[in-house]
C-alpha cells in the first residue's frame, strides 16, 4: 500500500524557515518525480515545487521560486522542502504528492498533508 | 488568476448528469497538453480520478468521463449520487518535467 506521510509543519513567525519532510512507503521511491501542493484553509489547491526522480529536473511554482527548495534523498525514501522568508501568504496545508513515472507532472497519490501556519 | 478557469460552483439532482468545465485561459500553459482532475472531500487530501484527458484509475467508476474540445476539457459524472458531492481540480501536466498547475476548483451539490 502506497503511503506517504507529511511532517515538519507547525506554527513560525513571518520570515523565520522551516522544513517539511515526507516519508515514502510501499512503492520503489526513486523510481518517481514527486511534488509538493499546498492548499490555504478554504482555497485551492496550487502546485509548490516538483523534483524528477535523480534530481536532475527541479521545477519551483513563482509564488516560491528563490525562497523553497526542494530535494530528496532516495536512500531514505524521503521527500524534503526547505522554506525560507516565510510570510503569511505561505500558510497551507502542505501536500507532499507522488508523480506516476520518473519525470511527470501527474500527480496520482497524495499524503494526508501538513499544516504551516505563518503568523 | 487561474491559467485553468473552472466554475466556482455546481449543482445536481441525484441520477442527472452534470459537467464540469475547466478552460485554458492562458497562453502559459500551452504545450501542457495533459490533464488531469481531482476528486476532494472536506479535511481530505485529493485523489486522482482522470488523468490523459479521458483515462480512468483502477477503481474509479466509470460514471465519471473525461472529453475535451479545444481549450476546454470538461469532466462529467453521470448518475449523480450523494457520496458526489465534493470539489473537483483540472489540472494541466506534461510527461516531460515535473511541472503541473491546477484550475481554481469547483464545489459540486448534490440536491
Known amino acids: 500500500e502506497v503511503q506517504l506521510v507529511e511532517s515538519g509543519g507547525g506554527l513560525v513567525q513571518s520570515g523565520k524557515s522551516l522544513r517539511l519532510s515526507c516519508a515514502g512507503s510501499?512503492?520503489?521511491?526513486?523510481?518517481?518525480?514527486m511534488h509538493w501542493v499546498r492548499q490555504a484553509p478554504g482555497k485551492g489547491l496550487e502546485w509548490v515545487s516538483g523534483?524528477?526522480?535523480?534530481?536532475?529536473?527541479?521545477q519551483y511554482a513563482d509564488s516560491v521560486k528563490g525562497r523553497f527548495t526542494i530535494s530528496r534523498d532516495n536512500a531514505r525514501n524521503s521527500l524534503y522542502l526547505q522554506m525560507d522568508s516565510l510570510t503569511p501568504e505561505d500558510t497551507a496545508f502542505y501536500y507532499c504528492?507522488?508523480?506516476?513515472?520518473?519525470?511527470?507532472?501527474?500527480?496520482?497519490?497524495w499524503g494526508q498533508g501538513t499544516l504551516v501556519i505563518v503568523s | 488568476q487561474s491559467a485553468l478557469t473552472q466554475p466556482h460552483s455546481l449543482s445536481g439532482s441525484p441520477g442527472q448528469s452534470v459537467t464540469i468545465s475547466c478552460t485554458r485561459t492562458?497562453?502559459?500553459?500551452?504545450?501542457?497538453?495533459?490533464v488531469s482532475w481531482y476528486q476532494q472531500y472536506p479535511g481530505k487530501a485529493p485523489k486522482l480520478i482522470i488523468y490523459?484527458?479521458?483515462k480512468r484509475p483502477s477503481g474509479v467508476p466509470d460514471r465519471f468521463s473525461g472529453s475535451r474540445s479545444g481549450d476546454t476539457t470538461s469532466l462529467t459524472i453521470s448518475g449523480l449520487r450523494p457520496e458526489d458531492e465534493a470539489d473537483y481540480y483540472c489540472?494541466?501536466?506534461?510527461?516531460?518535467?515535473?511541472?503541473?498547475?491546477f484550475g481554481g476548483g469547483t464545489k459540486l451539490t448534490v440536491l
Open positions: 504528492a507522488k508523480a506516476d513515472d520518473l519525470w511527470s507532472g501527474l500527480v496520482d497519490f
Open positions: 510501499g512503492f520503489t521511491f526513486e523510481d518517481y518525480a
Open positions: 523534483v524528477s526522480w535523480n534530481s536532475d529536473n527541479i
Open positions: 492562458s497562453s502559459h500553459v500551452a504545450g501542457y497538453d495533459y
Open positions: 490523459d484527458v479521458v
Open positions: 489540472c494541466s501536466y506534461t510527461g516531460s518535467y515535473p511541472y503541473t498547475f
